[in-house]
């Protein structure tokens, strides 16, 4: 696994990375985090409660990653704990000393808080605690602070802006990342890398207008040839270096995370692939929900195939009006002097097409043909869903550019129902 190169080291000084979200792809990625970081850089682990918190794999700071039978540990994690007494978004520096019953108990005091502005989070909570979660931390969120978003589902982005970051002066950075890899939590902190994917990311533009995507728009260079440059994002000679240090050197870090196949790629591309992952699991995890199977059990009958045709062909509607629409307020933003006439409005990429759909959500149900899906976990578990970020996205969407949305409506209805029933009344 790489490392950082040298001249990126130089400029990420003591640099603190927090992690809030341990589940498998939390774990994943903090072990990653920490085993391409050199120790001056600090991974902080975010725990809900020190109840949570709490465990000897915790007291050692350890995350262990089994691929294929073959185990790696990383150690020397920070661990904070969410303080429920704070308005200040603070968090309390986890003490392994204490015991389960004293940590469950320990009111902090104000030296015990750490309230300083987080440079750099990366979020991998479920789509539904997201907003919540963020909503703690926002006294400790910046402009120069950088969130990098990595859950299933759409529409969280727009919910947090709305919900929380509401003015563009003070939000902080975004990035958007679709992952792939497939992972599950053998215990606490023992994360099985059962599928190896990738995770492709890309910068939300800021209301500033910069062009993080400058290099994609060099001439000189045949398009194949493109790549996203760090100095895209800011050059260090920049005066405004300070407001895009924190955005640069995460880039830089998720760029290094070669076990993980990061990829940064421009936000058009990146949510082309966040609409199609969006699509599959919008089939798959409620219809597994409900039906009760692995992803497997799915389409090898007549009624299932026709579900999944006609959830493609309600998204396929859906993203077309989606993209026509932004394309046309591009265009009426732009000077009255451009020539407009050339552009191809509404141009849907041939991957979001309903046929194209169909063939992703067949290759990757047979790529996962012996998963339970995350949904169907949580319907055993008693947890609540991601249907509100999956279906309850694509039908919102078709709300608001009047596409109707029978199926995908009917998918939302049929998951919560399923949900209102406790698991142990079933025959």
């Known amino acids: 696994m790489s490392s950082l190169a040298p001249e990126d080291l130089n400029t990420i000084s003591d640099m603190r990375f927090y992690v809030l979200g341990l589940g498998p792809i939390g774990c994943l990625l903090a072990h990653n985090l920490r085993s391409v970081l050199p120790r001056m850089h600090p991974v902080t682990l975010i725990q809900k409660t020190a109840r949570q918190a709490w465990s000897p794999r915790n007291a050692a700071a350890k995350i262990t990653v089994e691929n294929q039978g073959v185990r790696q540990s990383t150690e020397d994690f920070d661990i904070e704990v969410f303080d429920k007494y704070s308005a200040s978004g603070g968090g309390v520096r986890f003490n392994p000393k204490l015991t389960r019953e004293e940590s469950a108990d320990f009111i902090p005091s104000e030296e015990d808080l750490r309230t300083e502005p987080i440079e750099a989070l990366f979020m991998t909570t479920k789509a539904h605690s997201t907003a919540p979660a963020l909503a703690h931390l926002a006294p400790r969120l910046t402009s120069r602070s950088t969130v990098v978003l990595l859950q299933n589902g759409m529409g969280i982005y727009e919910d947090l802006v709305q919900r929380i970051f509401r003015n563009p002066e003070s939000r902080p950075h975004f990035i958007l990342a679709s992952n792939t890899h497939g992972a599950w939590l053998k215990s606490a902190f023992h994360v099985v890398h059962a599928g190896i994917g990738d995770i492709t990311f890309g910068i939300v533009p800021d209301n500033h207008k910069r062009d993080f995507e400058t290099s994609m728009a060099d001439e000189s260079k045949p398009l194949y040839e493109r790549s996203l440059v760090l100095d895209d994002i800011v050059r260090p000679d920049d005066p405004s270096f300070d407001q895009y240090r924190s955005l640069r050197h995460t880039v830089a870090v998720l760029r290094s995370l070669d076990a993980l196949g990061c990829k940064w790629s421009p936000i058009a591309d990146v949510q082309l692939a966040m609409r199609r992952k969006l699509v599959v699991n919008a089939i798959v995890n409620p219809l597994t929900a409900v039906l009760g199977c692995r992803n497997g059990g799915l389409f090898k009958d007549e009624s299932s195939q026709n579900m999944m045709?006609?959830?493609?062909?309600?998204?396929?509607?859906?993203?077309?009006?989606?993209?026509?629409?932004?394309?046309?307020?591009?265009?009426?933003?732009?000077?009255?002097?451009?020539?407009?006439?050339?552009?191809?409005?509404?141009?849907?990429?041939?991957?979001?097409?309903?046929?194209?759909?169909?063939?992703?959500?067949?290759?990757?149900?047979?790529?996962?043909?012996?998963?339970?899906?995350?949904?169907?976990?949580?319907?055993?578990?008693?947890?609540?869903?991601?249907?509100?970020?999956?279906?309850?996205?694509?039908?919102?969407?078709?709300?608001?550019?009047?596409?109707?949305?029978?199926?995908?409506?009917?998918?939302?209805?049929?998951?919560?129902?399923?949900c209102s029933i406790p698991i142990d009344q079933t025959f």
């Open 309 to 418: 045709r006609s959830v493609c062909e309600e998204a396929a509607a859906a993203f077309h009006a989606q993209i026509e629409a932004d394309t046309q307020s591009w265009l009426d933003s732009l000077a009255p002097g451009v020539d407009k006439s050339q552009v191809p409005v509404g141009r849907v990429p041939k991957e979001l097409a309903a046929d194209a759909l169909e063939r992703e959500v067949l290759r990757v149900t047979q790529l996962t043909r012996g998963n339970m899906s995350s949904m169907l976990s949580d319907v055993r578990k008693n947890n609540p869903t991601e249907i509100d970020y999956l279906n309850g996205y694509l039908v919102r969407l078709g709300e608001q550019y009047n596409i109707p949305m029978p199926v995908n409506r009917a998918l939302v209805q049929l998951v919560k129902m399923r």
